[in-house]
C-alpha cells in the first residue's frame, strides 16, 4: 500500500513508545520508478560509446587512491569500467581515445543547492517560480514541479564541469518544500533528468528570510525566531500524528462488523504533512537554511526531540564555530568560500569556514546558491582551499577536491553511484586542461552517464531556445 512505509515510524513517532507491528514490511517509494524519457532537446544517442582516457592525472576524490599520475580511465555503458595508473592498455574495438594531454580528470561536480530552473535566466517575474510565500509552511510543494529545463544556465553549469545539482526551493518560508536531486541532461521535463533512485529533500529554513517575509513583509506569523521555532514545532507534531495514522491504518485496514471485514476508511491525505511524515521516516533528506551557529543547535534540539535527522545545513557561515557539534552528529555543512556580511546573520562569516570544519573531521561542502558560481565551483573551491592553508589549517588537495564532490554526493543520499572515481560508479567526468584549483583550469570535455555532454574543442548548439541567436 501507498503508506507503507510510515510504519516505519512507529518508534520515533510515539516518542519511545513502541507500536507493536504484525510483520516487518519493506518502505516503499512515494513515487514509481521514472523511465527515462525518449528524446532529448539535442541530437544525441542514450546509449553512450565506450571510452578511453588517456594521458591524464587522476583526481580520484578515493581516500584508497586519491591520485594517479600518468592516468587512464575507461568508460563503458555509462559506468567506470576501470582506471589505473601508467601505460594506457589498447582501446578496444569500437572504443574512442580521449588525449588529455597532460591534463587533469576528476569526477562531476556536485552543487546542493542550486535554483537552477526554479529562478532561471532570464531573470524575470514571469520565471521566478522558487518560492510559494504565501504561507509559512509549504512542505507539500516540489521544486521538480516548477523546474524549466529550458534554463540557459544549466548548460552553462555543466560548462564548468557540474553533471550534478539539487534544485531547491527558496528561503522564504519554514517550510519551503521538496528539491530534486538531477543529472544535467538536456531534456524535455524536469521528470527525465532526475537522478535515479535519488530521495527528494525537504527545503527548511531559519533566522531572518522568514521573519522578513512574513512579520516585516505581512505582518503576520513568524514575526521572531521564537515564533518560527513554535511553527515548526507544531507541524512536526502534526506530522508525527498523522504518521501514526497511516500506521494504524496499514495494521487494521479492515475492521469486523457482522462477522464481515468491512473496510475502514483510511486517514485524508494532507500533502504538506506527508513530506514530513517521510522526512521522519528518512525516505526525504532535510537540508536547512541556518547561518547562526545558535539556531542550528536550535534546529538540532528540535531534530532529537522529533526523531529526524539534518543531513545538511546550508549556507552555515558560522558552523566553524560549532564545529565539534556538527563533526560528532555527522551533519554536514554546505557553504560558500566568501560569502559574508549582506545581512546581520552573515557578519561573523569567514574565509576558514569549510576549511575548519574539515580539520574537525566534519563534512565540508562547497554549494553555490548561484547561477554564475555554479560556473566556476572549481576555483570557489580553491579559494577556500588556499585560505584554510594561508590561516595554518593542514588541508589536502583531497580533501578540498571532496568538497564539490564525494561529500555533497554523500549529503544527497548519492555517494553510492557517483562522487569518486571509483569502478562501477556512474560516469560522471571530468577532463580538465590543468589542476582544477588554478585560476586559468577549464573544463574541456564533461560526461555525464558517459555521455559527452560539453566539449570545449567542439560546441554544442544551444540546449535552450533563448540561447538560439545570440
Known amino acids: 500500500m501507498r503508506f507503507a512505509w510510515l510504519l516505519a515510524l512507529a518508534l520515533a513517532g510515539c516518542g519511545g513508545t513502541q507500536t507493536q507491528t504484525s510483520k516487518a514490511r519493506t518502505p516503499v517509494p512515494l513515487e514509481p520508478p521514472v523511465a527515462v524519457e525518449p528524446g532529448a532537446l539535442v541530437p544525441t544517442t542514450l546509449d553512450p560509446p565506450p571510452i578511453l582516457i588517456t594521458n591524464a592525472t587522476l583526481l580520484t576524490?578515493?581516500?584508497?587512491?586519491?591520485?594517479?599520475?600518468?592516468?587512464?580511465?575507461?568508460?563503458?555503458?555509462?559506468?567506470?569500467?576501470?582506471?589505473?595508473?601508467?601505460?594506457?592498455?589498447?582501446?578496444?574495438?569500437?572504443?574512442?581515445?580521449?588525449?588529455?594531454?597532460?591534463?587533469?580528470?576528476?569526477?562531476?561536480?556536485?552543487?546542493?543547492?542550486?535554483?537552477?530552473?526554479?529562478?532561471?535566466q532570464p531573470g524575470t517575474w514571469a520565471h521566478a517560480d522558487g518560492n510559494e510565500m504565501t504561507r509559512p509552511i509549504t512542505a507539500g510543494v516540489r521544486?521538480?514541479?516548477?523546474?524549466?529545463?529550458?534554463?540557459?544556465?544549466?548548460?552553462?553549469?555543466?560548462?564548468?564541469?557540474?553533471?550534478?545539482?539539487?534544485?531547491?526551493?527558496?528561503?522564504?518560508?519554514?517550510?519551503?518544500?521538496?528539491?530534486?536531486?538531477?543529472?544535467?541532461?538536456?531534456?524535455?521535463?524536469?521528470?527525465?533528468?532526475?537522478?535515479?533512485?535519488?530521495?527528494?529533500?525537504?527545503?527548511?529554513?531559519?533566522?531572518?528570510?522568514?521573519?522578513?517575509?512574513?512579520?516585516?513583509?505581512?505582518?503576520?506569523?513568524?514575526?521572531s525566531r521564537m515564533g518560527s521555532l513554535f511553527l515548526m514545532r507544531e507541524q512536526w507534531i502534526a506530522a508525527r500524528r498523522y504518521a501514526r495514522d497511516w500506521a494504524e491504518w496499514e495494521k487494521n485496514p479492515t475492521k469486523k462488523e457482522d462477522g464481515e471485514d468491512v473496510p475502514v476508511t483510511p486517514p485524508k491525505r494532507d500533502l504538506t504533512l506527508e513530506t514530513l511524515a517521510a522526512a521522519l521516516a528518512g525516505d526525504v533528506l532535510v537540508h536547512i537554511h541556518c547561518y547562526r551557529a545558535d539556531e542550528m543547535l536550535l534546529q538540532l534540539k528540535v531534530a532529537e526531540e522529533f526523531g529526524f535527522r539534518i543531513r545538511s545545513f546550508h549556507h552555515a557561515v558560522e558552523a566553524y564555530k560549532i564545529r565539534d557539534v556538527l563533526a560528532a552528529k555527522d551533519v554536514a555543512v554546505s557553504t560558500w568560500a566568501d560569502w559574508w556580511g549582506f545581512k546581520v546573520e552573515a557578519y561573523d562569516g569567514i574565509e576558514q569556514n569549510l576549511a575548519l570544519i574539515t580539520e574537525q573531521g566534519g563534512r565540508g561542502i562547497l554549494h553555490t546558491d548561484s547561477p554564475e558560481g555554479i560556473q566556476r565551483m572549481n576555483q570557489e573551491a580553491a579559494k577556500a582551499f588556499y585560505a584554510g592553508q594561508h590561516a595554518g589549517v593542514k588541508l589536502t588537495e583531497l580533501?578540498?577536491?571532496?568538497?564539490?564532490?564525494?561529500?555533497?554526493?554523500?549529503?544527497?543520499?548519492?555517494?553510492?553511484?557517483?562522487?569518486?572515481?571509483?569502478?562501477?560508479?556512474?560516469?560522471?567526468?571530468?577532463?580538465?586542461?590543468?589542476?582544477?584549483?588554478?585560476?586559468?583550469?577549464?573544463?574541456?570535455?564533461?560526461?555525464?552517464d558517459g555521455i559527452l555532454r560539453h566539449d570545449a574543442d567542439a560546441p554544442q548548439p544551444p540546449w535552450s531556445d533563448f540561447e538560439v541567436g545570440q
Open 399 to 448: 580533501q578540498a577536491l571532496r568538497w564539490i564532490t564525494a561529500e555533497p554526493a554523500w549529503a544527497l543520499g548519492i555517494d553510492d553511484q557517483t562522487g569518486t572515481l571509483e569502478v562501477g560508479k556512474m560516469a560522471d567526468v571530468v577532463v580538465w586542461d590543468r589542476h582544477p584549483f588554478s585560476i586559468y583550469a577549464s573544463a574541456r570535455k564533461v560526461f555525464v
Open 143 to 223: 521544486a521538480e514541479e516548477a523546474f524549466w529545463p529550458q534554463d540557459p544556465g544549466i548548460q552553462r553549469a555543466v560548462a564548468g564541469g557540474v553533471t550534478t545539482i539539487q534544485a531547491l526551493p527558496g528561503s522564504g518560508n519554514l517550510m519551503g518544500g521538496r528539491g530534486v536531486v538531477l543529472k544535467l541532461h538536456p531534456r524535455r521535463s524536469a521528470r527525465a533528468m532526475r537522478f535515479p533512485g535519488a530521495k527528494d529533500g525537504l527545503k527548511m529554513a531559519c533566522g531572518e528570510n522568514p521573519k522578513r517575509v512574513y512579520g516585516k513583509g505581512k505582518g503576520q506569523m513568524p514575526m
Open 61 to 120: 576524490a578515493d581516500p584508497a587512491r586519491p591520485r594517479l599520475e600518468r592516468g587512464w580511465l575507461r568508460l563503458r555503458d555509462g559506468r567506470i569500467e576501470a582506471l589505473g595508473e601508467g601505460d594506457a592498455p589498447a582501446a578496444a574495438e569500437g572504443e574512442q581515445v580521449v588525449d588529455a594531454a597532460g591534463g587533469f580528470v576528476t569526477p562531476g561536480l556536485i552543487d546542493t543547492h542550486s535554483h537552477l530552473g526554479v529562478y532561471p
